[in-house]
């Protein structure tokens, strides 16, 4: 049974302009296992991205805690430590990003973007020790050393991705926000990286949160995924469980909307009427109800609260237990072999 | 398409090693008209510099016997011998129906043209007193490359030491403004908030006067018996004080847009402190862009100069600038009778096309990465 | 599902392709001698990661390339009774405006931008219908909000007076749709229609697309990188790479029996959701290349992992017939041309 790394308490996150408060965030709260890979999906202005950045102070959640447990094992609010404190532990949560040409400053060798946090962090570093580390990091990220000297326009996307990779790695961190790592590359390029982080993932003993649009490669990388919609999130559960299972109508649409890889395999679609509400002003009760097949008279007066229905899945919906939702069909070997392997990499948590 | 451009020069290594500078001086080569203007800008300010030396006379040459006298013509050939370049005596003659003075060349007497010849002495960069000079005609004889002005006094040499304040004021009044929009327009984008809205503002008021009364405005309180170095760093002041607004703003922009590139978070990230993100990814970032929009600058403020000095506001005479020489010649009957006098204009407009040709070539070359 | 048939004619037939574009540094070709066909009904899906060529390839049928593309090849397009070359036709001459916009139609992958920001919606659609259908304004406004809302525009003769910041994207796709429709084109080119959009709305575009092109019995030929929305959707498929198509198969055959190793790998990198297939995806080393002065070579060689050294790197592999309806350009199934 692996530690809890980081606990995410009721984060929420208002964007105010001078005529509304638009609430990116609503009390989002989960647990992270060491070493696990925890995907988050939803639909564009769900607030992942919000998400990912609040975590790692990229931008400042307005409330809520992040709790992190050093390898020390002391148990520090991330979103709430000194300043000599954060300097101790800034550089255990690092970010990767999707753009991977605005990731880059154009105007840096590939050399000085990757030893930059080194150099922050270890200013009485030499020269030769400060190459050493970069060349060990290139190593492993796969590029090839005798390009440092180079600037980020003589690379392709992937090559820059690996960049970016070997830039968020070289501090040695524990916990890596991905943020739609792989959406901007190319299909072959995509299964490289990927391939790349797991296997980084391995070596060096890391946490990942994977946050993307794409659910099947949120299936392959993920052993914990968590569903948002509208800055909540509405189901957290394992991979295969909140797959194969899933307890909340929206995850139930949206897993009937991934197009498979595969011509023999049809999928009923269940398609969800509407769009997506103005998240500035979102609807009473439960933030899915106008668009939702299963609702009742209380999915609009209550909001749901994220709960455990068994398993350490964890749904927001107010008919969990009875619905019987579809999802996606395994094949059952599969299922045995994800019951047996992933499962053990969650911890039991007790959610407030 | 670019992106296909770009990707064009993947076999070539040094393309891979080429920071951004080396990526700009590459493009800016490629276009044509602006290496050509750049020469040609070279050329002028290197004239500028050795101003009193290529300049055969001086600002105080008066002489009542040469009044608009139009451009001398040089010579080649003598009856029939070939001599090298010269030039023939000047005569004057009084035409009676238009009591004005009529040139003719008297062609007994010959002045060679010869390189390195004695003239009114100067301080060479105000050091050493000499009397040589690049060029000019030995013994009494008149060269006038571009006529002559109402008190005799030679106009090619008055453009020449004209283009020393001319040239040199929008480099002096670029720098002043150069560092007051970094700074104001740096600390604006920063800082954010109140002192955002506050710069914003003063940015809006500045520039919504009109210029011209605001230039007379601060030049009137410029006193008239001042020397001719203080005048000229007043009038250098009052230039930059107007321009640095459009720079701000500029800076101000980038830096907002530059704020929010992932690479700053990236930074941010890793502990690089504040300072340190914004010398070493701000600062180079808007680095290129401040300066084409510097040199598409220099033109306004070229034109800036000459108008003042036009209107009679800037420098005055017996200290030279376009923009004094072209309000000598601003009468009609210099139009009509003496052309020659507009030529300071032609200087005007030559160095305003090439900066701005310049300008427009370094825009191109500014991102390299398009 | 439908499937090719002998006796069907093709819409468009698409014969050695080519586009080459000048540069300063030599010829750029990202076209490199494209043919396939597109029957009546049929949905051809061509698939290639960025900059393979296929965006380029479907902007020449309906002849939007920029102008300094020089084309080569034959564009074949079926009329009632006769047969065009597109290519024969002179940039915006009147034959080629009537063909674009009346009998082939495009949409595209970033509806935003495909719309004018200040003119209504139900205007921009409308220009459409008055020029190819009718001048008569009412009747011209009754066929464009028909239009709209066979593509499930709800509402709209409210969101005809729309300004397209208004619809949101899934909207706005789908009134692209209605422009590309309206004057029922035999054919509709998609050139990544629901890459930008979220999956549950790019679940109702792809239905929507289908539905529609039973309904007009129209071909589409359906531009994408997403292996997934491909399986869904077409019912051939033809691969690109590098400026070439290196197999052309149905569906099922592509994805069940994919014979091209760059195929293979592109399959291979899929995860397939309901699988839970932890073990390592499949990755095609090496990233593409650039396709400018290229060496006399198959174009995957550097990536390929079995290629046959001292035949791909020294001669292009020619279209091999595997059956009637499978074709590869790969040395591996072309054993007699090896010393040829």
Same mark, same amino acid.
């Given at each position: 049974?692996?530690?809890?790394?980081?606990?995410?308490?009721?984060?929420?996150?208002?964007?105010?302009?001078?005529?509304?408060?638009?609430?990116?965030?609503?009390?989002?709260?989960?647990?992270?296992?060491?070493?696990?890979?925890?995907?988050?999906?939803?639909?564009?202005?769900?607030?992942?991205?919000?998400?990912?950045?609040?975590?790692?102070?990229?931008?400042?959640?307005?409330?809520?805690?992040?709790?992190?447990?050093?390898?020390?094992?002391?148990?520090?609010?991330?979103?709430?430590?000194?300043?000599?404190?954060?300097?101790?532990?800034?550089?255990?949560?690092?970010?990767?990003?999707?753009?991977?040409?605005?990731?880059?400053?154009?105007?840096?060798?590939?050399?000085?973007?990757?030893?930059?946090?080194?150099?922050?962090?270890?200013?009485?570093?030499?020269?030769?020790?400060?190459?050493?580390?970069?060349?060990?990091?290139?190593?492993?990220?796969?590029?090839?050393?005798?390009?440092?000297?180079?600037?980020?326009?003589?690379?392709?996307?992937?090559?820059?991705?690996?960049?970016?990779?070997?830039?968020?790695?070289?501090?040695?961190?524990?916990?890596?926000?991905?943020?739609?790592?792989?959406?901007?590359?190319?299909?072959?390029?995509?299964?490289?990286?990927?391939?790349?982080?797991?296997?980084?993932?391995?070596?060096?003993?890391?946490?990942?949160?994977?946050?993307?649009?794409?659910?099947?490669?949120?299936?392959?990388?993920?052993?914990?995924?968590?569903?948002?919609?509208?800055?909540?999130?509405?189901?957290?559960?394992?991979?295969?469980?909140?797959?194969?299972?899933?307890?909340?109508?929206?995850?139930?649409?949206?897993?009937?909307?991934?197009?498979?890889?595969?011509?023999?395999?049809?999928?009923?679609?269940?398609?969800?009427?509407?769009?997506?509400?103005?998240?500035?002003?979102?609807?009473?009760?439960?933030?899915?109800?106008?668009?939702?097949?299963?609702?009742?008279?209380?999915?609009?007066?209550?909001?749901?609260?994220?709960?455990?229905?068994?398993?350490?899945?964890?749904?927001?919906?107010?008919?969990?237990?009875?619905?019987?939702?579809?999802?996606?069909?395994?094949?059952?070997?599969?299922?045995?072999?994800?019951?047996?392997?992933?499962?053990?990499?969650?911890?039991?948590?007790?959610?407030? | 398409?670019?992106?296909?451009?770009?990707?064009?020069?993947?076999?070539?290594?040094?393309?891979?090693?080429?920071?951004?500078?080396?990526?700009?001086?590459?493009?800016?080569?490629?276009?044509?008209?602006?290496?050509?203007?750049?020469?040609?800008?070279?050329?002028?300010?290197?004239?500028?510099?050795?101003?009193?030396?290529?300049?055969?006379?001086?600002?105080?040459?008066?002489?009542?016997?040469?009044?608009?006298?139009?451009?001398?013509?040089?010579?080649?050939?003598?009856?029939?011998?070939?001599?090298?370049?010269?030039?023939?005596?000047?005569?004057?003659?009084?035409?009676?129906?238009?009591?004005?003075?009529?040139?003719?060349?008297?062609?007994?007497?010959?002045?060679?043209?010869?390189?390195?010849?004695?003239?009114?002495?100067?301080?060479?960069?105000?050091?050493?007193?000499?009397?040589?000079?690049?060029?000019?005609?030995?013994?009494?004889?008149?060269?006038?490359?571009?006529?002559?002005?109402?008190?005799?006094?030679?106009?090619?040499?008055?453009?020449?030491?004209?283009?020393?304040?001319?040239?040199?004021?929008?480099?002096?009044?670029?720098?002043?403004?150069?560092?007051?929009?970094?700074?104001?327009?740096?600390?604006?984008?920063?800082?954010?908030?109140?002192?955002?809205?506050?710069?914003?503002?003063?940015?809006?008021?500045?520039?919504?006067?009109?210029?011209?009364?605001?230039?007379?405005?601060?030049?009137?309180?410029?006193?008239?018996?001042?020397?001719?170095?203080?005048?000229?760093?007043?009038?250098?002041?009052?230039?930059?004080?107007?321009?640095?607004?459009?720079?701000?703003?500029?800076?101000?922009?980038?830096?907002?847009?530059?704020?929010?590139?992932?690479?700053?978070?990236?930074?941010?990230?890793?502990?690089?402190?504040?300072?340190?993100?914004?010398?070493?990814?701000?600062?180079?970032?808007?680095?290129?862009?401040?300066?084409?929009?510097?040199?598409?600058?220099?033109?306004?403020?070229?034109?800036?100069?000459?108008?003042?000095?036009?209107?009679?506001?800037?420098?005055?005479?017996?200290?030279?600038?376009?923009?004094?020489?072209?309000?000598?010649?601003?009468?009609?009957?210099?139009?009509?009778?003496?052309?020659?006098?507009?030529?300071?204009?032609?200087?005007?407009?030559?160095?305003?096309?090439?900066?701005?040709?310049?300008?427009?070539?370094?825009?191109?070359?500014?991102?390299?990465?398009? | 599902?439908?499937?090719?048939?002998?006796?069907?004619?093709?819409?468009?037939?698409?014969?050695?392709?080519?586009?080459?574009?000048?540069?300063?540094?030599?010829?750029?070709?990202?076209?490199?001698?494209?043919?396939?066909?597109?029957?009546?009904?049929?949905?051809?899906?061509?698939?290639?990661?960025?900059?393979?060529?296929?965006?380029?390839?479907?902007?020449?049928?309906?002849?939007?390339?920029?102008?300094?593309?020089?084309?080569?090849?034959?564009?074949?397009?079926?009329?009632?009774?006769?047969?065009?070359?597109?290519?024969?036709?002179?940039?915006?001459?009147?034959?080629?405006?009537?063909?674009?916009?009346?009998?082939?139609?495009?949409?595209?992958?970033?509806?935003?931008?495909?719309?004018?920001?200040?003119? *209504? =919606?139900? #205007? $921009? &659609?409308? @220009?459409?219908?008055?020029?190819?259908?009718?001048?008569?304004?009412?009747?011209?406004?009754? /066929?464009?909000?028909?239009?709209?809302?066979?593509?499930?525009?709800?509402?709209?003769?409210?969101?005809?007076?729309?300004?397209?910041?208004?619809?949101?994207?899934?909207?706005?796709?789908?009134?692209?749709?209605?422009?590309?429709?309206?004057?029922?084109?035999?054919?509709?080119?998609?050139?990544?229609?629901?890459?930008?959009?979220?999956? *549950? =709305?790019? #679940? $109702? &575009?792809? @239905?929507?697309?289908?539905?529609?092109?039973?309904?007009?019995?129209?071909?589409?030929?359906? /531009?994408?990188?997403?292996?997934?929305?491909?399986?869904?959707?077409?019912?051939?498929?033809?691969?690109?790479?590098?400026?070439?198509?290196?197999?052309?198969?149905?569906?099922?055959?592509?994805?069940?029996?994919?014979?091209?190793?760059?195929?293979?790998?592109?399959?291979?990198?899929?995860?397939?959701?309901?699988?839970?297939?932890?073990?390592?995806?499949?990755?095609?080393?090496?990233?593409?290349?650039?396709?400018?002065?290229?060496?006399?070579?198959?174009?995957?060689?550097?990536?390929?992992?079995?290629?046959?050294?001292?035949?791909?790197?020294?001669?292009?592999?020619?279209?091999?017939?595997?059956?009637?309806?499978?074709?590869?350009?790969?040395?591996?199934?072309?054993?007699?041309?090896?010393?040829?």
């Amino acid at each position: 049974m692996a530690d809890t790394i980081l606990e995410v308490r009721n984060i929420t996150k208002c964007f105010n302009s001078k005529k509304v408060s638009v609430k990116a965030l609503t009390d989002v709260s989960f647990d992270i296992g060491k070493g696990e890979t925890i995907g988050i999906v939803g639909e564009s202005g769900c607030g992942k991205t919000t998400l990912g950045r609040c975590i790692v102070r990229a931008i400042e959640a307005t409330s809520g805690n992040v709790y992190y447990t050093t390898e020390d094992g002391r148990r520090v609010d991330f979103l709430k430590v000194s300043h000599t404190e954060m300097k101790k532990i800034r550089k255990d949560i690092q970010m990767i990003f999707q753009d991977p040409y605005s990731s880059l400053d154009p105007r840096m060798t590939v050399l000085d973007i990757i030893s930059e946090p080194l150099k922050a962090n270890f200013p009485k570093m030499s020269k030769a020790e400060l190459e050493a580390r970069v060349v060990e990091i290139a190593g492993k990220t796969g590029l090839n050393t005798s390009y440092l000297k180079r600037y980020p326009h003589a690379f392709s996307g992937g090559q820059r991705q690996r960049i970016g990779i070997a830039r968020a790695l070289v501090l040695h961190p524990k916990i890596i926000v991905c943020d739609e790592a792989v959406s901007a590359l190319d299909v072959s390029i995509q299964a490289q990286v990927i391939n790349l982080l797991k296997e980084l993932q391995r070596e060096m003993d890391l946490t990942y949160i994977f946050i993307s649009h794409d659910l099947s490669v949120v299936e392959y990388i993920s052993d914990r995924v968590g569903v948002m919609y509208l800055g909540r999130l509405v189901e957290y559960a394992d991979t295969v469980d909140l797959y194969s299972d899933p307890k909340h109508p929206y995850t139930e649409a949206l897993l009937s909307a991934v197009p498979v890889a595969d011509p023999d395999v049809v999928v009923e679609r269940l398609p969800l009427s509407g769009e997506i509400p103005n998240p500035a002003n979102p609807p009473t009760g439960c933030y899915f109800h106008p668009r939702c097949r299963y609702c009742i008279d209380q999915c609009r007066e209550t909001s749901p609260v994220l709960m455990d229905v068994g398993g350490g899945h964890f749904v927001a919906c107010h008919r969990a237990h009875e619905l019987k939702l579809k999802g996606i069909k395994y094949e059952a070997v599969a299922l045995e072999a994800a019951g047996t392997t992933s499962r053990d990499g969650c911890p039991e948590v007790d959610h407030e | 398409m670019s992106e296909k451009k770009r990707k064009n020069h993947q076999n070539d290594e040094s393309y891979f090693l080429a920071s951004q500078w080396t990526l700009m001086r590459r493009k800016l080569m490629k276009h044509g008209l602006a290496r050509f203007s750049m020469v040609l800008l070279g050329l002028l300010y290197c004239i500028a510099i050795f101003g009193n030396f290529v300049a055969p006379s001086d600002l105080v040459a008066y002489n009542a016997k040469t009044k608009n006298c139009p451009p001398t013509k040089i010579h080649w050939v003598h009856e029939g011998d070939f001599i090298g370049p010269f030039v023939y005596g000047l005569e004057s003659e009084r035409n009676m129906e238009t009591f004005q003075l009529e040139y003719r060349e008297d062609t007994a007497r010959i002045y060679r043209i010869r390189w390195f010849v004695d003239g009114p002495e100067y301080k060479f960069w105000g050091l050493f007193p000499t009397t040589k000079h690049l060029f000019g005609v030995e013994d009494d004889g008149y060269l006038f490359l571009f006529g002559s002005d109402s008190m005799g006094r030679d106009l090619f040499s008055r453009v020449i030491l004209g283009s020393q304040v001319s040239l040199t004021i929008p480099f002096v009044g670029t720098v002043i403004s150069f560092v007051l929009g970094v700074l104001i327009g740096s600390a604006s984008g920063y800082f954010g908030g109140v002192v955002d809205t506050v710069v914003q503002r003063i940015i809006e008021v500045l520039s919504s006067f009109p210029s011209i009364p605001l230039w007379m405005a601060l030049s009137a309180a410029i006193p008239s018996d001042i020397p001719v170095v203080r005048m000229y760093l007043y009038i250098t002041i009052i230039i930059s004080l107007l321009s640095w607004t459009k720079l701000a703003r500029i800076v101000r922009g980038k830096f907002i847009s530059l704020r929010n590139e992932d690479f700053v978070t990236a930074a941010k990230l890793a502990g690089v402190s504040d300072l340190q993100i914004m010398l070493k990814h701000l600062v180079p970032g808007f680095m290129s862009y401040l300066i084409v929009n510097l040199t598409l600058e220099i033109p306004s403020m070229i034109i800036g100069e000459t108008s003042m000095s036009f209107l009679g506001l800037g420098i005055r005479s017996p200290a030279t600038s376009w923009g004094v020489l072209l309000q000598e010649a601003q009468d009609i009957s210099s139009i009509a009778s003496y052309p020659w006098r507009l030529i300071p204009l032609i200087a005007v407009v030559v160095t305003v096309l090439a900066f701005n040709f310049l300008g427009d070539g370094l825009r191109d070359a500014a991102d390299p990465y398009k | 599902m439908d499937r090719r048939t002998e006796d069907r004619v093709p819409v468009v037939q698409v014969k050695n392709l080519t586009i080459d574009i000048p540069m300063d540094e030599g010829v750029l070709t990202p076209v490199r001698g494209v043919s396939f066909s597109i029957h009546e009904g049929e949905t051809l899906g061509l698939v290639g990661e960025s900059g393979c060529g296929k965006s380029l390839t479907s902007k020449a049928i309906l002849g939007i390339n920029d102008k300094k593309c020089r084309t080569g090849g034959e564009i074949l397009f079926s009329e009632a009774d006769h047969v065009l070359d597109l290519l024969k036709l002179k940039y915006g001459s009147e034959e080629i405006r009537k063909i674009r916009g009346e009998r082939a139609s495009m949409i595209f992958q970033e509806p935003m931008v495909a719309f004018h920001p200040m003119y *209504t =919606i139900g #205007a $921009q &659609i409308n @220009e459409c219908t008055r020029l190819h259908i009718t001048s008569d304004k009412v009747k011209s406004k009754e /066929i464009t909000l028909d239009m709209m809302k066979r593509v499930g525009i709800a509402n709209a003769e409210k969101r005809y007076d729309q300004y397209p910041h208004e619809f949101s994207g899934g909207m706005l796709q789908r009134a692209l749709i209605a422009m590309a429709l309206v004057c029922r084109p035999a054919l509709l080119i998609a050139d990544e229609p629901t890459t930008a959009l979220d999956v *549950t =709305i790019q #679940a $109702q &575009i792809l @239905e929507l697309m289908k539905s529609l092109q039973k309904e007009f019995d129209m071909s589409i030929l359906f /531009i994408t990188h997403d292996l997934g929305v491909v399986a869904n959707m077409c019912d051939r498929v033809a691969v690109m790479y590098l400026g070439k198509i290196v197999e052309e198969a149905s569906v099922r055959e592509i994805y069940k029996n994919p014979k091209h190793p760059y195929t293979k790998g592109l399959i291979g990198s899929v995860h397939k959701v309901g699988t839970h297939n932890q073990s390592k995806l499949f990755s095609i080393d090496g990233t593409v290349p650039l396709a400018l002065n290229l060496p006399k070579r198959c174009g995957f060689y550097e990536r390929c992992s079995s290629r046959i050294e001292g035949v791909c790197n020294r001669l292009e592999p020619g279209r091999t017939m595997l059956d009637d309806d499978h074709s590869v350009n790969c040395f591996l199934y072309d054993k007699e041309n090896i010393h040829g």
